[in-house]
């Protein structure tokens, strides 16, 4: 996804005439469909076609995923269950996963208490679209001196 706002690096008084723009948009094409698309293009052998199956039955998770848990292991604090996200946000992270099939960001967590740290939204995301297994990274803990 790009975001952004459109700026114009000259002052418009020295901009005689009109301003074209330029609209673009880039879509992510699921896993599945990448190989739809490839096994269409080449015939695929039965060796092959073994290995496939075995990558799709692994959990595929975002950049930094270092597990991957059940939702139920994981234990939220109180102060977040206290707060309510954005839905608007909250929506954009849902639509995203649809679309991707894998949240965005892993779920951060403490490693021996499984205490939530960081990615309430998306802990409330998991729970929505019934997500059994969520991809985690572990809270990086600081050395103090």
Not at 6 to 31: A, H, K, Q, W
Not at 47 to 67: I, R, S
Request: net charge negative; hydrophobic share 30%; charged share 35%.
């Amino acid at each position: 996804m790009v975001q952004g706002e459109p700026t114009l690096d000259v002052p418009m008084d020295d901009c005689p005439g009109e301003i074209g723009v330029i609209c673009f948009r880039v879509s992510i094409i699921p896993e599945k469909q990448k190989e739809t698309v490839n096994a269409e293009k080449e015939p695929v052998k039965e060796p092959e076609k073994k290995e496939e199956v075995k990558a799709e039955e692994q959990p595929k998770g975002p950049e930094e995923t270092e597990d991957f848990i059940s939702l139920d292991q994981i234990q939220v604090p109180e102060s977040f269950l206290q707060t309510r996200p954005n839905p608007y946000k909250t929506q954009l992270v849902i639509d995203h996963v649809k679309q991707a099939g894998i949240l965005d960001e892993p779920i951060t967590i403490n490693r021996e208490t499984k205490v939530l740290t960081d990615g309430y939204r998306r802990y409330i995301v998991a729970e929505k679209l019934n997500m059994k297994i969520v991809p985690v990274m572990y809270e990086k803990i600081s050395v103090e001196s």
